[in-house]
């Protein structure tokens, strides 16, 4: 599957919308939100007031912008899955792999807005993505299907699946990353629920 190129975006827009979501990170390790104010986050980020309201109107704008970004990037995520895998299910393990890594890849970001509960706005976010992929998945899956209709509620495998997903994610930014992504996808995968495998 070809991968979807993002809109050119100037590179001094990126770069100075970097330096506020860092200086937000790093604010939000040191106080709670209601404290963050535009003036402390210009002058973390070393910009002035003037530049923060070329690119938010306030600060809740910039935490919606920053989960919109967080979404796009996982998202992208689960839209380039892998062709080579033999199954539906292999594929999508391989997805949650990449997902960890990518996490990995940003971890003082995840673990400032996933791991703890200053800012919500991101773990609900996510967590409405996370069931909106599950659904997609069971709706693509016609064993999943037949085995929900049989033995388990739909709506109930949903809620089970995006929490034990998330909640596994939070729990390991939390502990540092003891584990690698490839690793954790093999756990979660083994923890999968055997059911969904079509096993007895």
Not at 135 to 156: A, F, L, Y
Request: aromatic fraction near 8%; charge should be negative; glycine fraction near 2%.
């Amino acid at each position: 599957m070809m991968e979807k190129k993002k809109p050119h975006t100037d590179p001094r827009i990126l770069r100075t919308r970097q330096l506020i979501k860092d200086a937000f990170v790093e604010l939000l390790e040191e106080m709670d939100l209601q404290k963050i104010t535009v003036n402390r986050l210009a002058e973390r980020a070393t910009i002035n007031r003037v530049t923060f309201y070329l690119h938010y109107r306030d600060i809740p704008d910039m935490l919606e912008k920053m989960a919109d970004d967080m979404i796009e990037d996982i998202s992208t995520i689960f839209n380039n899955a892998p062709t080579d895998q033999t199954s539906l299910e292999e594929s999508g393990w391989k997805i949650i792999e990449n997902l960890l890594e990518h996490i990995a890849e940003h971890a003082n970001f995840y673990k400032s807005i996933l791991a703890s509960k200053k800012v919500p706005i991101f773990r609900d976010r996510l967590s409405m993505f996370i069931r909106d992929m599950i659904v997609t998945r069971i709706d693509e899956s016609e064993r999943s299907s037949r085995i929900i209709t049989e033995i388990v509620k739909k709506d109930i495998l949903i809620w089970y699946e995006a929490s034990a997903l998330i909640g596994t994610i939070i729990s390991w930014l939390q502990n540092d990353m003891p584990y690698t992504p490839s690793f954790l996808a093999q756990q979660f995968a083994l923890l999968h629920p055997r059911r969904l495998n079509g096993e007895s």
